[in-house]
Every structure is written in structure tokens, then in C-alpha cells.
């Protein structure tokens, strides 16, 4: 655990620098992670766990959007499991007025899904509507279709750095879609 | 939605860093400050009578008391911006304000004095300051709560505790200014 969080942590410094690849590493080192996490979590909580990829959706969003809190000569991964930690309770919170049976014990020892395996629109891709016409048909593109920045600036006639502006204004209203109850 | 997809969009908007807590508070801090002296003139400035400056070795102490309060609030608030911070880490400084009062007061005790002690405590313009304090800190709460909604509290409440408590300090600053008359 200890050269997987240094790993982190330097990840995570380089991606502050400017590196977008050891930044996109870095996530997709940590989705797993959480991935598992979570659905201990949700299994704990007696929740079912097919909604574990959203939760780790909206903490790597998080991740994203609170990464200027982290400070630099601490350990990442402190960091990472509080913001992941507090993050599930919201979304505990959230689905807090549902009835739920409690699923067996074996889910408990399941490994997690691999990244990729979730099909369903979820609950974030059922945020996106409510965006303004622009930030959703970029983050439609960019983020559910997995077009690249250019071949999304050709498709709408855009710049790219439109397009970019486009997806970082859509993941913080995205992001603040999901803060409310 | 694919949470691979999600991660090469978010590393896509690697380059879109945001700002850190501590400069954003400052500047808003910065900026409310003419907003309160400008609220400050206009109700203590017009009316020299309402507060007369009271002269004894005591009178700089309310400046070291309220400043005392704003420091402290605002680097207890920015350690809570931080989601794997705990309040019992560095809420004990949010004391100093009153232990350097309690001082104030024991020291103030052992002097001899013609009033009593009760009006000595409370002073001739209590509804004066309960008023305008709480007036002087709306701008300074302002700036404060938008600048600490960037950060990523585990602890909301004590942060926009801290948050009161720093606006308190500055517009309680500005409150023992003498009036200009």
C-alpha cells in the first residue's frame, strides 16, 4: 500500500504540473480502488451495489473539480479516501427515504467490476439534460460518446478552446447537479 | 455513461487547475474591505456621537482581541477547506481570542476604578455595537462563505462556523476603530 500511495502522490504532483497523462494515470489507477470501496460501502450500508459506478463516478468528479484543496507535501491517498469517504455518505444520504432489502453476505467479497463494464445511462448521464445546450452537447460527445476534443470542435463547429471551456464549466455544473438533494 | 470516458474527459480538462482556497479568500477579503469602511462611514462616521473612544491602556486591546479572532477563524477555515482535516486539529486556536480577553479583564479587575464592574464590562454603546458589528461583517461573511464554497469541507457547518466567526473579527476590527470626528 505504501509504494501504491507514493506512486499516487506523485502522480498526482506531476498532474498539478501540467502532466494530463500522468493525470489521466492517476484516475484510472484510483477508479478500482474506489470502485471496490464503494461497493463495500454500499454493502455495508445495505444498499444495492449496482449504484456504485455512479458513486464513483461523482467522486472522481469530485477528484477533479477539489483537486486545489489538496496540498501538495501531503500524501495523496488521505486525501483521496476522505473525499471518496464523503462522497458515498452523501450519496447514502441521498437514497436515505428508500426501502431497501439487504443483499447477502458473498457481495461483501465480490470483486469489484472492471471499469467499462456499466452500460446503463446512470445517474449523472440523467443530469446532463438539465445542463445549457452547449456544456450538454460537449460533455454528450466528449464524455459519453469518448469523442476526442478536436473531432467534437469539427462536429459542433467550435474551437477546441471552446470546447474545452464548454467541458469544464459542463463538469462543474454536472458536479453541482449532483450536490443537489 | 463509462467511467473510462468520464476519466479521459476529466484529464482532457487536466489544464483547468483551480484556484487555491487561501489567495481567492484573501483577495474577497481585500474586496469586502471597502464595502464595510464605506458602511462604516456612513453610519459611524455621521453620527461622531454615538461612540467615544475610550482612552485607557485597555483601548489596543480590542484591536489585539478581534484581530486575535479573525486570524484564527481564517486559518481554521482553511484547514477545514480541506476534506481530511478534523476540526479538533486546530479548532483549540479559536480560543486564543478569549483567553487573551479573559487576560484583558483579570488585568483590568486589579486596577482601581469609580464604575461598577458590570458597566465597566459592557461598556456605554452595547446596542450600538450589537448593531453594527454583525452590519461591518456582512461583507467580509460574503467573501468568506464564496471563497470557502470552493473548498471541500468533510465539515460544513464548523466552516461556515469559522467563517462567522472571522467575519466577526474583522467587522468587530473596524468596529474599534475610533470614529473620525
Not at chain 1, 55 to 70: F, N, S
Not at chain 1, 84 to 110: C, P
Not at chain 2, 15 to 36: C, E, K, M, W
Amino acid at each position: 500500500m505504501r509504494g501504491r500511495d507514493e506512486e499516487w502522490t506523485c502522480l498526482m504532483r506531476a498532474a498539478n504540473a501540467g502532466d494530463a497523462a500522468a493525470y489521466r494515470r492517476l484516475l484510472e489507477a484510483v477508479a478500482p480502488v474506489l470502485r471496490a470501496a464503494t461497493y463495500r460501502g454500499l454493502a455495508r450500508a445495505g444498499q444495492p451495489v449496482d449504484q456504485s459506478e455512479d458513486i464513483v463516478q461523482e467522486i472522481l468528479l469530485a477528484v477533479h473539480l477539489k483537486r486545489q484543496t489538496w496540498d501538495a507535501t501531503a500524501p495523496f491517498a488521505p486525501w483521496l479516501f476522505a473525499i471518496a469517504r464523503n462522497k458515498l455518505i452523501d450519496a447514502l444520504r441521498r437514497r436515505g427515504r428508500r426501502v431497501f432489502v439487504n443483499i447477502d453476505d458473498f457481495a461483501e467479497t465480490m470483486a469489484a467490476p472492471a471499469a467499462g463494464d456499466t452500460l446503463s445511462p446512470g445517474e449523472i448521464a440523467a443530469h446532463l439534460d438539465g445542463l445549457p445546450a452547449r456544456q450538454r452537447d460537449v460533455l454528450k460527445s466528449v464524455v459519453v460518446e469518448g469523442a476526442s476534443i478536436k473531432e467534437t470542435a469539427t462536429r459542433f463547429a467550435m474551437t477546441e478552446g471552446a470546447v474545452r471551456v464548454a467541458l469544464h464549466r459542463g463538469l462543474a455544473s454536472l458536479a453541482s447537479k449532483l450536490r443537489e438533494p | 455513461m463509462q467511467t473510462d470516458r468520464l476519466i479521459a474527459a476529466l484529464a482532457a480538462d487536466a489544464d483547468t487547475t483551480p484556484r487555491r482556497i487561501g489567495p481567492v479568500l484573501a483577495l474577497g477579503l481585500l474586496a469586502a474591505l471597502p464595502v464595510s469602511v464605506a458602511l462604516f462611514m456612513s453610519i459611524l462616521g455621521m453620527r461622531p456621537d454615538v461612540r467615544t473612544a475610550m482612552h485607557n491602556p485597555f483601548f489596543d486591546l480590542k484591536f489585539i482581541v478581534t484581530l486575535a479572532l479573525a486570524f484564527a477563524a481564517i486559518v481554521v477555515s482553511l484547514h477545514l477547506a480541506r476534506p481530511e482535516t478534523s476540526f479538533d486539529r486546530w479548532g483549540w486556536l479559536l480560543v486564543l481570542p478569549v483567553v487573551i480577553i479573559a487576560l484583558g479583564i483579570a488585568a483590568e479587575m486589579t486596577m482601581p476604578h469609580q464604575r461598577p464592574w458590570l458597566s465597566r464590562l459592557i461598556g456605554n454603546n452595547a446596542m450600538a455595537c450589537m448593531a453594527s458589528i454583525p452590519l461591518f461583517a456582512l461583507p467580509f461573511l460574503t467573501a468568506a462563505l464564496l471563497a470557502l464554497r470552493r473548498g471541500a469541507s468533510a465539515h460544513p457547518t464548523l466552516a461556515g462556523m469559522t467563517a462567522g466567526l472571522l467575519a466577526a473579527g474583522l467587522g468587530a476590527t473596524l468596529y474599534a476603530i475610533p470614529p473620525c470626528s
